[in-house]
């Protein structure tokens, strides 16, 4: 596999599998003399650890992250970027490989088990090896160190649909996004959540999920036409996080029923000599470079495909077989996406704002 870094001149490169002893990323290309502390990045870990509500797996992963390089460490814990390779390591410490067990032959339904088998000719049956959401970690690690480079740029994400359920998004409160298991913007949405996900739960089911990820304070000009277009890329980072089929940028899907009137955002005169833009069907991004509008894009998150209700299956040798997924799964894995999407929202950005920097001085 030789494919495991993303980005040109902010380029992440992760590293481990979910039952092996560790998963880390190393970040090359950072900038030298910015600032932060540990803290910062296990913040962002602590959002995507697992077993912190009913609703999502309950494996016990601390998600502890050491920084072994690339920093120079102060007295009072402030660290500073060197400019050299940040190596962050999280350990595995919660592996149970009996409960894949039952997989170790058989290919589940809807996951990568067949595809990797059949690409590599061996496969790491216990969590999925490589394939296993447990990467995830190292991309919210390493999106916490993107964050340095754009500081004053707000990433955050939403959980705006979950199976039948979507917010009403007049009541969209980013005070909220905290107050629920969903980081759902909306209170009244995110409560029929629980009921309905606590049914999925106990019937051993599981549901998608859309999430919508914005970033505000970007300035107008990043973006690298022709092929490093700012939404081609944020669309590579967000169809690269496990389980995503469908990303949009902007008004996505529901261009093609719109007319031009419709589509089209209209632009006043700005106070500051720059445009005023009226709407925001681009989602903050024409051509491939950014407008200085909020950039928002969204993403499907399918349901979790480890479930335990029997599926048809065949295993290694053909032979059919019907699989029930035991183990630990999150009943509804876009809830956990919501922190990856924002660091591979960060990683774009900070790659586009370094490639700018290159491109226009
Ligand atoms: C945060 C997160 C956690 C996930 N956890 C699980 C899980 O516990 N069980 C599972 O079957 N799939 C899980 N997935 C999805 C699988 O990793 C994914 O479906 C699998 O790698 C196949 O890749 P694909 O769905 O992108 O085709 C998770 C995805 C995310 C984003």
Redesign the pocket.
Known sequence: MSHNSFGHLFRVTTFGESHGPAIGAVVDGCPPRLTFRREDVQAALDK?RPGQSRFT?QRKEPDEVEILSGVIEAEDGTLTTTGTPIALLIRNVDQRSKDYSNIATSY?P???DYTYDVKYGVRDHRG?GR???RE?ASRVAAGAIARLVAPRVAIRGALVAMGEIEIDRTRWDWSEIDNNPFFCPDPVAAKKMEGYLDGIRKSGSSVGAMIEIVAEGAPAGLGAPIYGKLDADLACAFMS?????GVEIGAGMEVARLTGEQNADEMRAGNDGRPVFLSNKAGGVLGGISTGQPIVARFA??P???ILTPRRSVDQTGAEVDVS?KG???PC??I??VP?GEAMMAIVLADHVLRHRGQVG
Do not use: E, F, L, Q
Request: net charge positive; no cysteine.
């Open positions: 995507r797996t589940r809807g996951h990568a999925g394939s296993s959401a995830t996080i496990n389980a995503v089929k998150v399918k979790t495909s480890s997924t630990r799964h999150d894995v876009g956990r996406a990856v």
